[in-house]
């Protein structure tokens, strides 16, 4: 046998002798394959409250704000609305529902008026003073609220009688609601000049217009509650009901 068989001899046993060994040798064990860990942030759960819908606004048209009607043993105070906008015909709105606009600009296409020189509107300011006036008088540009009873039959309440009264006024300048007389003088029937509640007795059957007027424009809350005795001696109230109106520009 020549030295190169032995060699190759050899070389070829070492072989196999490593790969016996290698056998036997249990394989290393596996690494661990990286682990994407997500992480999620813990959230306190807190409930909200939905938004409210958004208020219907009226800007322009008649509508009866102050509407009393009876409902059974009860008596409702809601806004009729005759606009004919969006809706055609006569709906019945919820005051609180309801955003009440005075719009922005000079008389006649807007609200703002300068305050009359005459010392009997001094209760508006001074003379060119800048005032907000839903008017007595219809101006077909403008919103024109009324007061209506119209729906309340005779001999529904005592003395067919019933009461508006205003409670409270919140928002910014003074607000006041009044009419002309005959002979141009103005008769106030609310002011935020004096102390609350203050009252308006009407008659069943009733429709009337008045000035409102605000002297700062903004936001403004008035609450009111309409007031009667049913015939049979039961009193009935709507409890204070608030309604918002918007002097000038829309938020």
């Known amino acids: 046998m020549t030295t190169r068989t032995i060699r190759m001899t050899a070389a070829l046993a070492t072989t196999a002798a490593l790969a016996v060994l290698a056998a036997c040798i249990p394989p290393p064990p596996q690494s661990p394959s990286p682990t994407t860990t997500s992480s999620t942030s813990s ?24 509407e009393v009607a009876v409902a059974g043993n009860s008596v409702v105070l809601q806004i009729k609305d005759d606009s004919n906008i969006p809706e055609p015909g006569t709906v019945f709105r919820d005051p609180t529902e309801t955003v009440l606009h005075a719009k922005p600009g000079p008389g006649p296409t807007g609200s703002e008026l300068a305050v009359p020189a005459s010392p009997a509107f001094s209760f508006l300011g001074d003379p060119g003073d800048p005032v907000w006036i839903l008017p007595e008088v219809q101006n077909t540009n403008l919103l024109w609220p009324g007061l209506s009873t119209e729906r309340i039959a005779g001999g529904v ?28 003088a103005p008769v106030i029937r609310y002011t935020t000049d004096e102390p609350f509640p203050q009252t308006i007795t009407t008659s069943n059957n009733t429709h009337a217009h008045y000035s ?3 002297t700062a424009a903004g936001r ?32």
């Open 157 to 184: 309440l005592q003395g067919n009688q019933v009461q508006v009264h205003l409670d409270a006024v919140t928002g910014p300048g003074s607000f006041h609601l009044y009419n002309v007389s005959a002979f141009g």
């Open 43 to 66: 959230t306190t759960s807190t409930t909200t409250t939905a938004p409210a819908p958004p208020k219907h606004v009226m800007s322009i048209g008649h509508a009866d704000v102050l």
């Open 220 to 251: 403004h809350t008035l609450t009111f509650r309409a007031t009667a005795t049913l015939a049979n001696g039961t009193q009935v109230t709507s409890g204070p009901v608030d309604y918002t109106f918007v002097v000038g520009e829309l938020p």
């Open 212 to 214: 409102w007027a605000f």
